[in-house]
């Protein structure tokens, strides 16, 4: 079984957003969220982004190891 490696790059091009480095590093300082924010109810997501992240994460997909990593990133305090 051929297994996929999927970048936090490749989940925002699948987000249809900027998916180079500075774009996401200025996306997720632009978009922090508070502790009682789930990713899925932030909202900046349009109803299919929603849709989609919240897929990856119930289904345990392809894409969940990468909507994590985004969910940290976005809950992490700035220092």
């Known amino acids: 079984m ?3 490696t999927t970048t936090i790059n490749d989940l925002f091009t699948q987000l249809g957003l900027e ?3 500075e774009s996401i590093d200025k996306f ?3 978009h922090s969220l508070p502790d009682d924010v789930k990713l ?3 909202d900046f997501w349009t109803p299919r982004q929603a849709d989609f992240l919240k897929e990856q994460l119930h289904e345990d ?3 969940a190891m990468v909507v994590d990593e985004l969910n940290v990133r ?3 305090k700035p220092e």
């Open 2 to 4: 051929e297994q996929t």
């Open 19 to 21: 998916s180079d480095d």
């Open 28 to 30: 997720v300082a632009s």
């Open 40 to 42: 899925i109810d932030a």
């Open 61 to 63: 997909a392809e894409w």
């Open 74 to 76: 976005l809950h992490k």
